[in-house]
Protein backbone atom coordinates (compact mmCIF):
# COMPACT_ATOMS: atom_id res chain seq x y z
CA UNK A 1 0.00 0.00 0.00
CA UNK A 2 1.41 3.19 -1.05
CA UNK A 3 2.37 5.89 1.34
CA UNK A 4 -0.04 8.72 -0.02
CA UNK A 5 -3.21 6.53 0.62
CA UNK A 6 -1.94 5.50 4.02
CA UNK A 7 -1.52 9.42 4.96
CA UNK A 8 -5.40 10.38 3.59
CA UNK A 9 -6.77 7.50 5.70
CA UNK A 10 -5.16 9.03 8.69
CA UNK A 11 -5.69 12.48 7.66
CA UNK A 12 -9.36 11.88 7.42
CA UNK A 13 -9.98 9.68 10.37
CA UNK A 14 -8.09 12.19 12.55
CA UNK A 15 -10.34 14.81 11.08
CA UNK A 16 -7.93 17.02 9.09
CA UNK A 17 -9.43 17.05 6.06
CA UNK A 18 -12.01 19.01 6.54
CA UNK A 19 -12.10 21.61 9.19
CA UNK A 20 -15.93 22.10 10.57
CA UNK A 21 -18.64 22.75 13.83
CA UNK A 22 -17.59 19.64 15.73
CA UNK A 23 -18.30 18.83 19.26
CA UNK A 24 -14.93 19.51 21.34
CA UNK A 25 -15.41 15.80 22.69
CA UNK A 26 -15.15 14.74 18.91
CA UNK A 27 -12.09 16.66 18.31
CA UNK A 28 -10.38 14.09 20.68
CA UNK A 29 -11.87 11.20 20.21
CA UNK A 30 -7.99 10.18 19.65
CA UNK A 31 -7.03 11.59 23.07
CA UNK A 32 -4.72 14.59 22.78
CA UNK A 33 -1.52 15.03 24.30
CA UNK A 34 -1.58 17.90 26.75
CA UNK A 35 1.65 17.58 28.55
CA UNK A 36 2.71 21.03 27.15
CA UNK A 37 -0.63 22.97 28.16
CA UNK A 38 -2.74 24.42 25.31
CA UNK A 39 -1.37 21.67 23.05
CA UNK A 40 -4.59 19.95 23.09
CA UNK A 41 -6.68 23.19 22.63
CA UNK A 42 -4.91 23.92 19.69
CA UNK A 43 -5.34 20.18 18.41
CA UNK A 44 -8.69 20.51 18.79
CA UNK A 45 -8.86 23.89 16.90
CA UNK A 46 -7.03 22.29 13.66
CA UNK A 47 -10.16 19.72 14.05
CA UNK A 48 -12.81 22.24 14.59
CA UNK A 49 -14.20 25.60 13.30
CA UNK A 50 -15.29 27.98 16.43
CA UNK A 51 -12.86 26.65 19.19
CA UNK A 52 -11.82 29.31 21.99
CA UNK A 53 -9.57 29.12 24.72
CA UNK A 54 -13.32 29.94 26.97
CA UNK A 55 -15.14 27.32 25.22
CA UNK A 56 -12.53 24.80 25.60
CA UNK A 57 -11.90 25.83 29.49
CA UNK A 58 -15.34 25.80 30.04
CA UNK A 59 -16.18 22.31 28.61
CA UNK A 60 -13.23 20.88 31.02
CA UNK A 61 -14.98 22.21 34.10
CA UNK A 62 -18.31 21.46 32.92
CA UNK A 63 -17.21 17.79 32.03
CA UNK A 64 -18.10 17.77 28.43
CA UNK A 65 -14.06 17.54 27.78
CA UNK A 66 -11.69 15.71 30.12
CA UNK A 67 -8.12 16.54 30.96
CA UNK A 68 -6.56 13.96 32.84
CA UNK A 69 -3.50 11.47 32.63
CA UNK A 70 -4.44 8.58 30.10
CA UNK A 71 -2.14 6.45 27.56
CA UNK A 72 1.51 6.31 28.94
CA UNK A 73 0.13 7.91 32.17
CA UNK A 74 0.45 11.24 30.58
CA UNK A 75 -1.81 14.23 30.17
CA UNK A 76 -4.11 14.21 27.48
CA UNK A 77 -7.53 15.87 26.61
CA UNK A 78 -10.40 12.82 25.83
CA UNK A 79 -13.93 12.55 25.46
CA UNK A 80 -15.70 11.69 29.15
CA UNK A 81 -16.65 8.00 28.10
CA UNK A 82 -13.23 7.31 26.79
CA UNK A 83 -11.34 7.96 30.33
CA UNK A 84 -11.48 4.32 31.57
CA UNK A 85 -10.58 3.13 28.19
CA UNK A 86 -7.59 4.84 27.73
CA UNK A 87 -6.64 4.94 31.49
CA UNK A 88 -7.56 2.83 34.40
CA UNK A 89 -8.60 0.18 31.59
CA UNK A 90 -4.86 -0.46 30.42
CA UNK A 91 -3.50 -0.99 33.71
CA UNK A 92 -1.87 -4.27 33.72
CA UNK A 93 -3.43 -6.08 36.59
CA UNK A 94 -0.17 -9.02 36.54
CA UNK A 95 2.88 -7.64 38.69
CA UNK A 96 4.88 -8.56 35.84
CA UNK A 97 3.59 -6.55 33.15
CA UNK A 98 3.02 -3.63 35.49
CA UNK A 99 6.53 -3.13 36.52
CA UNK A 100 7.36 -3.47 32.84
CA UNK A 101 4.55 -0.54 32.28
CA UNK A 102 5.85 1.36 35.33
CA UNK A 103 9.13 1.26 33.69
CA UNK A 104 12.66 -0.14 34.52
CA UNK A 105 13.70 2.60 37.23
CA UNK A 106 10.90 2.47 39.40
CA UNK A 107 11.32 -1.30 38.58
CA UNK A 108 14.39 -1.14 40.15
CA UNK A 109 13.16 1.35 43.21
CA UNK A 110 10.29 -0.63 44.27
CA UNK A 111 12.55 -3.95 43.74
CA UNK A 112 15.31 -2.88 46.54
CA UNK A 113 12.24 -1.65 48.80
CA UNK A 114 10.83 -5.26 49.06
CA UNK A 115 7.73 -3.68 47.86
CA UNK A 116 5.22 -5.33 44.65
CA UNK A 117 4.28 -2.84 41.97
CA UNK A 118 0.48 -3.31 42.49
CA UNK A 119 1.15 -3.00 46.24
CA UNK A 120 2.68 0.39 45.77
CA UNK A 121 -0.16 1.82 42.78
CA UNK A 122 -3.04 0.51 45.24
CA UNK A 123 -1.25 2.50 48.21
CA UNK A 124 -0.70 5.93 46.07
CA UNK A 125 -3.63 5.75 44.12
CA UNK A 126 -5.93 4.96 47.82
CA UNK A 127 -3.91 8.03 48.71
CA UNK A 128 -4.29 10.27 45.97
CA UNK A 129 -8.08 9.64 46.24
CA UNK A 130 -8.46 10.54 49.84
CA UNK A 131 -6.14 13.85 49.29
CA UNK A 132 -8.85 14.72 46.94
CA UNK A 133 -11.98 13.62 48.78
CA UNK A 134 -14.89 16.54 49.65
CA UNK A 135 -14.73 17.99 46.25
CA UNK A 136 -10.80 19.21 46.83
CA UNK A 137 -8.51 20.69 44.26
CA UNK A 138 -5.04 20.90 44.51
CA UNK A 139 -1.82 21.95 42.27
CA UNK A 140 0.62 19.67 41.66
CA UNK A 141 2.89 20.78 44.55
CA UNK A 142 0.30 20.41 46.93
CA UNK A 143 -0.80 17.27 46.04
CA UNK A 144 2.63 15.75 46.85
CA UNK A 145 2.53 17.75 49.82
CA UNK A 146 -0.20 15.50 51.08
CA UNK A 147 1.16 12.12 49.58
CA UNK A 148 3.94 12.95 51.82
CA UNK A 149 1.66 12.60 54.68
CA UNK A 150 -0.06 9.66 53.59
CA UNK A 151 2.22 7.04 51.74
CA UNK A 152 5.33 4.93 53.39
CA UNK A 153 8.44 6.48 53.44
CA UNK A 154 9.82 3.34 51.13
CA UNK A 155 7.32 5.30 48.36
CA UNK A 156 9.24 8.66 48.53
CA UNK A 157 12.61 8.46 47.43
CA UNK A 158 14.87 11.96 46.78
CA UNK A 159 14.78 13.69 44.20
CA UNK A 160 17.93 15.45 43.39
CA UNK A 161 16.10 17.67 41.10
CA UNK A 162 13.15 18.84 42.83
CA UNK A 163 15.59 18.59 46.34
CA UNK A 164 12.90 16.30 47.96
CA UNK A 165 11.44 13.40 48.93
CA UNK A 166 8.27 12.90 46.52
CA UNK A 167 6.32 9.63 44.83
CA UNK A 168 8.53 8.57 42.36
CA UNK A 169 7.40 10.41 38.78
CA UNK A 170 5.53 7.17 37.23
CA UNK A 171 4.24 5.43 40.11
CA UNK A 172 2.51 9.22 40.64
CA UNK A 173 1.41 9.14 37.28
CA UNK A 174 -0.30 5.84 37.27
CA UNK A 175 -0.91 6.39 40.68
CA UNK A 176 -3.62 8.97 39.67
CA UNK A 177 -4.84 6.95 36.72
CA UNK A 178 -6.17 4.00 38.97
CA UNK A 179 -7.78 6.76 41.30
CA UNK A 180 -9.58 8.76 38.34
CA UNK A 181 -7.81 12.08 38.92
CA UNK A 182 -8.46 15.09 36.06
CA UNK A 183 -7.54 18.74 35.63
CA UNK A 184 -9.83 21.49 35.94
CA UNK A 185 -9.78 24.71 33.59
CA UNK A 186 -6.64 26.23 36.06
CA UNK A 187 -4.75 23.21 36.08
CA UNK A 188 -5.65 22.01 39.61
CA UNK A 189 -5.91 18.13 40.48
CA UNK A 190 -9.72 16.89 41.21
CA UNK A 191 -11.17 13.80 41.61
CA UNK A 192 -13.47 12.30 38.92
CA UNK A 193 -15.96 9.48 38.98
CA UNK A 194 -14.79 6.46 36.88
CA UNK A 195 -17.19 3.86 35.29
CA UNK A 196 -16.78 0.04 34.86
CA UNK A 197 -13.61 -0.45 32.56
CA UNK A 198 -14.92 -1.58 28.98
CA UNK A 199 -13.31 -4.86 27.52
CA UNK A 200 -9.11 -3.75 26.83
CA UNK A 201 -9.45 -4.77 23.43
CA UNK A 202 -11.40 -2.04 22.26
CA UNK A 203 -8.01 0.39 22.42
CA UNK A 204 -6.81 -1.83 19.60
CA UNK A 205 -10.00 -1.16 17.51
CA UNK A 206 -9.73 2.34 17.94
CA UNK A 207 -6.00 2.85 17.59
CA UNK A 208 -6.28 0.46 14.21
CA UNK A 209 -9.35 3.43 13.10
CA UNK A 210 -6.72 6.21 13.59
CA UNK A 211 -3.59 4.64 12.90
CA UNK A 212 -3.76 1.42 10.60
CA UNK A 213 -2.44 -0.32 9.07
CA UNK A 214 -0.12 -0.72 11.61
CA UNK A 215 1.45 -3.62 13.98
CA UNK A 216 1.15 -4.79 17.70
CA UNK A 217 4.40 -3.15 18.56
CA UNK A 218 3.19 -0.02 17.39
CA UNK A 219 -0.24 -0.27 19.56
CA UNK A 220 1.81 -1.17 22.31
CA UNK A 221 4.16 1.61 22.16
CA UNK A 222 1.30 4.17 21.36
CA UNK A 223 -0.92 2.86 24.46
CA UNK A 224 2.12 2.44 26.60
CA UNK A 225 1.50 -1.37 27.82
CA UNK A 226 4.03 -4.23 28.74
CA UNK A 227 4.69 -6.60 25.43
CA UNK A 228 2.96 -9.14 26.90
CA UNK A 229 0.11 -7.00 27.02
CA UNK A 230 -0.17 -5.56 23.72
CA UNK A 231 0.61 -9.15 22.14
CA UNK A 232 -2.53 -10.53 24.07
CA UNK A 233 -5.00 -7.72 23.12
CA UNK A 234 -4.02 -7.59 19.92
CA UNK A 235 -4.48 -11.15 19.28
CA UNK A 236 -8.16 -11.15 21.00
CA UNK A 237 -9.29 -8.73 17.74
CA UNK A 238 -6.95 -10.76 15.37
CA UNK A 239 -9.62 -12.36 13.61
CA UNK A 240 -11.29 -8.76 12.88
CA UNK A 241 -7.66 -7.96 11.01
CA UNK A 242 -6.76 -7.84 7.31
CA UNK A 243 -3.01 -7.81 6.45
CA UNK A 244 -2.42 -4.89 4.42
CA UNK A 245 1.70 -4.06 3.87
CA UNK A 246 2.42 -0.57 3.79
CA UNK A 247 5.76 0.25 1.58
CA UNK A 248 6.33 -3.57 1.64
CA UNK A 249 6.31 -3.95 5.68
CA UNK A 250 3.74 -5.76 6.93
CA UNK A 251 0.84 -4.18 8.71
CA UNK A 252 -2.53 -4.52 9.93
CA UNK A 253 -6.19 -2.77 9.33
CA UNK A 254 -9.40 -3.81 10.48
CA UNK A 255 -11.09 -5.56 8.15
CA UNK A 256 -14.29 -2.97 8.59
CA UNK A 257 -12.46 -0.66 7.08
CA UNK A 258 -11.01 -2.34 3.89
CA UNK A 259 -13.39 0.27 1.93
CA UNK A 260 -12.06 3.55 3.16
CA UNK A 261 -8.68 2.67 2.66
CA UNK A 262 -9.35 1.66 -1.04
CA UNK A 263 -10.64 5.47 -1.80
CA UNK A 264 -9.73 8.09 1.06
CA UNK A 265 -10.25 11.60 -0.26
CA UNK A 266 -6.82 12.98 -0.92
CA UNK A 267 -5.16 14.44 1.38
CA UNK A 268 -5.39 18.75 0.56
CA UNK A 269 -5.04 21.85 2.59
CA UNK A 270 -2.59 23.20 5.12
CA UNK A 271 -2.72 23.18 9.07
CA UNK A 272 -0.67 23.97 11.85
CA UNK A 273 -0.13 21.13 14.35
CA UNK A 274 1.04 21.69 18.09
CA UNK A 275 3.66 19.57 19.45
CA UNK A 276 1.96 16.53 20.58
CA UNK A 277 -0.88 16.41 17.82
CA UNK A 278 -1.72 12.81 17.75
CA UNK A 279 -1.68 12.88 13.97
CA UNK A 280 2.27 13.36 14.63
CA UNK A 281 2.63 10.07 16.78
CA UNK A 282 4.80 7.62 15.95
CA UNK A 283 2.94 5.20 12.68
CA UNK A 284 2.70 8.21 10.75
CA UNK A 285 6.46 10.07 11.58
CA UNK A 286 8.35 8.12 8.91
CA UNK A 287 5.46 8.98 6.46
CA UNK A 288 4.85 12.58 7.06
CA UNK A 289 9.19 13.30 7.45
CA UNK A 290 10.62 10.25 5.14
CA UNK A 291 14.04 11.97 5.47
CA UNK A 292 15.73 10.70 9.08
CA UNK A 293 17.36 14.11 9.65
CA UNK A 294 14.21 15.98 9.49
CA UNK A 295 12.46 13.41 11.83
CA UNK A 296 14.70 13.78 14.27
CA UNK A 297 14.72 17.93 14.20
CA UNK A 298 10.91 17.63 14.22
CA UNK A 299 9.99 14.52 16.32
CA UNK A 300 12.00 15.51 19.35
CA UNK A 301 11.33 14.64 23.10
CA UNK A 302 11.80 17.54 24.60
CA UNK A 303 11.15 21.23 23.23
CA UNK A 304 9.84 19.49 19.63
CA UNK A 305 8.44 22.40 17.23
CA UNK A 306 5.09 22.72 15.82
CA UNK A 307 4.21 21.06 12.17
CA UNK A 308 3.18 22.56 9.27
CA UNK A 309 1.11 19.90 7.87
CA UNK A 310 0.42 20.70 3.62
CA UNK A 311 -1.44 18.06 1.65
CA UNK A 312 -0.20 15.43 3.78
CA UNK A 313 3.21 16.28 4.09
CA UNK A 314 5.87 18.45 6.68
CA UNK A 315 6.26 21.46 4.65
CA UNK A 316 7.65 23.49 8.16
CA UNK A 317 8.39 23.97 11.24
CA UNK A 318 6.62 26.69 13.27
CA UNK A 319 6.72 28.01 16.95
CA UNK A 320 5.19 30.96 18.71
CA UNK A 321 4.87 33.00 21.19
CA UNK A 322 3.03 36.05 22.59
CA UNK A 323 4.47 39.61 22.01
CA UNK A 324 1.84 42.71 22.91
CA UNK A 325 -1.08 40.30 23.22
CA UNK A 326 -0.57 38.78 19.99
CA UNK A 327 0.67 35.23 18.66
CA UNK A 328 4.05 35.65 16.86
CA UNK A 329 4.54 32.80 15.05
CA UNK A 330 8.33 31.76 13.66
CA UNK A 331 7.43 29.50 10.85
CA UNK A 332 10.81 27.76 8.83
CA UNK A 333 9.78 26.64 5.98
CA UNK A 334 10.68 23.19 4.37
CA UNK A 335 9.04 22.84 1.45
CA UNK A 336 7.42 26.11 -0.64
CA UNK A 337 3.95 26.89 1.62
CA UNK A 338 1.11 28.90 0.51
CA UNK A 339 1.30 31.87 2.12
CA UNK A 340 -2.32 33.13 2.25
CA UNK A 341 -3.26 29.72 3.47
CA UNK A 342 -0.44 30.03 6.60
CA UNK A 343 -1.67 33.98 6.98
CA UNK A 344 -5.33 31.87 7.60
CA UNK A 345 -3.74 29.45 9.53
CA UNK A 346 -1.84 31.53 12.34
CA UNK A 347 -4.98 33.83 12.40
CA UNK A 348 -6.99 30.81 13.15
CA UNK A 349 -4.79 29.58 15.97
CA UNK A 350 -4.57 33.30 17.26
CA UNK A 351 -8.37 33.13 17.51
CA UNK A 352 -8.11 29.78 19.60
CA UNK A 353 -5.58 31.50 22.07
CA UNK A 354 -7.72 34.27 22.51
CA UNK A 355 -4.64 36.17 21.36
CA UNK A 356 -5.61 39.88 19.04
CA UNK A 357 -4.14 38.72 16.07
CA UNK A 358 -1.27 37.01 14.07
CA UNK A 359 2.09 37.93 13.19
CA UNK A 360 3.92 35.54 11.04
CA UNK A 361 7.61 35.89 10.22
CA UNK A 362 9.72 33.34 7.89
CA UNK A 363 13.21 32.43 9.60
Known sequence: MERERVVAFRLARHG???????????????PASDV????????????A????????????????????????????????ADVVLFGRGLIARDDDELAEQLGRTLRAQLGAVGIAPHEALREVAEATAAALTDDRALSKDELHDELRGRVRPELLP????????????MLWRYGGVEAGIRLDAARRFVLGSLGPPPEPEE????????????????FTAWA????ATGRRLWERVAGELLEAPV???RAWLLADDEPAMSSPPPAHGLRLLPPGDPFLYGPNRPLLAPDEALRKRVFRALAAPGVVLGDGVVVGLWRMRSAGGRSELEVEP??????????????????????????????
Not at 158 to 169: D, T
Open 16 to 30: LQERRARPLAATVAC
Open 36 to 47: VRGSALLASAAR
Open 49 to 80: DGVTRAAYDGAVDAGELVVAPSLRAAIHALAP
Open 158 to 169: WCAGCRSHHVAP
Open 203 to 218: TVRRFLRFYGPATAKD
Open 224 to 227: GVAR
Open 247 to 249: DGA
Open 334 to 363: IRPIDGDALGAEAAHVAAARGSGGAVVRLA
